[in-house]
């Protein structure tokens, strides 16, 4: 088994990371979650809501997000292992997908603080 670069290893885990954010919470995988879920009302201080619940195992690792991250790292960490110039591909689109979604992230939670700071400051 060949050494695995420190690039390579962040480069899996951001493509990891991308990928249990796709199978977990994105709308585009929503059908393959879908029949391993049923919609349940639950009263909370706020009024009732509508929760997601996993009907079966696979369900639960569809919905569960260190679930799902724990198998996406074993699909990509296994297969990179196993045919490393192919997987790489797969693994260099998902890994800057994922570390853009990072950035992401990131940027959107702090205009959302300079808004609320903004509004904030205004009623001063």
Avoid at 58 to 65: A, D, E, R, V
Wanted: glycine residues 6%; contains cysteine; proline residues 2%.
């Amino acid at each position: 088994m060949e050494d695995i670069s420190w690039m390579t290893y962040i480069m899996l885990i951001l493509a990891s990371y991308r990928l249990t954010h796709l199978i977990v919470f994105d709308k585009i995988t929503e059908f393959i979650r879908r029949p391993f879920v049923k919609k349940v009302k639950v009263e909370t201080d706020d009024g009732v809501e509508t929760k997601e619940v996993p009907t079966s195992m696979f369900g639960y690792l569809l919905k569960c997000y260190w679930c799902a991250g724990v198998w996406s790292a074993f699909l990509l960490g296994g297969a990179y292992l196993l045919f490393p110039r192919i997987t790489y591909v797969v693994i260099l689109i998902f890994s800057i997908a994922g570390g853009q979604s990072i950035i992401e992230t990131f940027v959107g939670v702090n205009i959302k603080k300079v808004d609320y700071y903004a509004a904030l400051k205004k009623k001063d």
